[in-house]
């Protein structure tokens, strides 16, 4: 079993504890302790000099489009899937991935083929259930049976509202969504949440509204995304969040038109004395960023990537106060403790060893996953199956 010991980085649990020592045995993190006071003998230990670098946990990132999304723009605009290298680059450990607008050509099966590879590959992978359309598709004949029976699934999504893209799915739909993701989690032993993905349209946030208010689903069972995408449903996603629903915002929006930027929107919420316990980022990476004209013509397409995720991360950081700590508590913490990943979103002893070294410039120095290195000194050290440069690492 390997056994790793970081010497002397400073520690944000996300909480931030100082200068620690962090072991590392097998997959797990198996102490955090005074610098000096870890004593190993009769086994074989590698040391890492983390002095001057900073320990955070792993990132979550809880809206991944792990085959590709897209496709507005018919065949030709189907995104590409995603790459571990892609991932691991950006200091993420954890991914959630969904299907998107198409869920004709694109599958839950390969979505959760998808998912294992990338577990072989040596991350950690998760899936929801469904796609934007509604009545949704499933793995075995409903959400509720997906949560229970297959173990990557940890709820439904994404499923459009408030987009003219969406099924337009009446509030007794999604309701019972709602509720088919509240009692699959249960018997799952899951959270079971159900993710929407939230359009430019004027009801906003009004579904996720109502079921706070007119059902007896609790309001972290429902995770609306893409919340920072104009200002208008940011001011919405406030009184949302205050109320005591949940949250994601989508990393790199502030490009288009009336977007807010996640580090703004952290600047607003404390501003306006809302806490960020709520509150998850996700970079929506290989989704399509399709710009439509006024009529509803497609009229551009970006896809999205990881990058915009790791560096909102780092203007975050860069807030000032305690910033790492929100930084790693919005990036990391929250979405695992949403998503009820144990071991995921904190450094302590008994968690996963999903660990990020950053530098002062807070660049990625080593990343691990589940104990293993995958960048060292910067460089990506682990490589996918079929990447060009394979022999290299082999
Ligand atoms: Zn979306």
């Known amino acids: 079993m390997r056994v ?122 998760f899936m929801l259930s469904g796609s934007y359309e509604v009545p949704v598709t499933t793995l075995t004949g409903s959400v509720r049976s997906d949560l229970v029976l297959i173990d990557k699934v940890l709820g439904a999504g994404e499923i459009a509202i408030s987009d003219h893209r969406s099924a337009q799915p009446t509030f007794e739909e999604i309701a019972r969504l709602a509720a088919e993701c509240r009692v699959g989690g249960m018997l799952a032993g899951k959270a079971g949440i159900l993710n929407l993905h939230v ?48 949250a994601d915002l989508t990393a790199g929006l502030e490009a288009q038109d009336d977007g807010v930027s996640v580090e703004e929107a952290v600047r607003l919420f404390r501003e306006r004395g809302v806490s960020l316990e709520r509150v998850t980022v996700s970079s929506d990476a290989n989704g399509s960023l399709p710009v439509f004209d006024a009529s509803g013509a497609l009229v551009g397409l970006q896809v999205a990537d990881q990058r915009a995720f790791f560096a909102a991360f780092q203007r975050v950081a860069r807030l000032g106060g305690d910033g790492l700590a929100a930084a790693a508590t919005v990036f990391s913490t929250n979405a695992a403790k949403l998503f009820k990943l144990p071991g995921k979103g904190r450094i302590a002893p008994a968690s996963d060893a999903d660990l990020l070294l950053l530098n002062g410039d807070l660049e990625v120095v080593h990343l691990f996953a589940l104990g293993r290195r995958v960048v060292e000194n910067g460089a990506v050290v682990v490589c996918g199956t079929f990447s060009v440069g394979r022999e290299a690492h082999a």
């Open 4 to 125: 790793t010991l970081i010497r002397s980085g400073q520690v944000f649990a996300p909480e931030p504890l100082g200068q620690r020592d962090v072991l590392v045995v097998g997959k797990c993190v198996a102490a955090v302790a005074e610098p000096g006071s870890v004593r190993i003998a009769g086994v074989e230990v590698e040391e890492i000099d983390a002095e001057g670098l900073c320990l955070v946990p792993g990132l979550v990132d809880p809206h991944v489009h792990l085959l590709g999304g897209g496709g507005e723009g018919g065949p030709a605009t189907r995104a590409p899937e995603i790459r571990i290298e892609d991932i691991v680059s950006c200091g993420v450990t954890t991914v959630i991935g969904c299907l998107g607008t198409d869920g004709v050509t694109r599958h839950l099966v390969s979505l959760l083929a998808k998912a294992r590879g990338l577990e072989a590959e040596g991350i950690s992978a």
């Open 199 to 246: 359009g430019d349209g004027s009801r906003g946030l009004e579904l996720v509204r109502r079921l706070g208010e007119e059902t007896e689903i609790p309001r972290w069972q429902v995770l609306p995304t893409h919340c920072n995408r104009n200002r208008q449903l940011f001011a919405e996603t406030v009184a949302h969040v205050r109320a005591g629903g949940w």
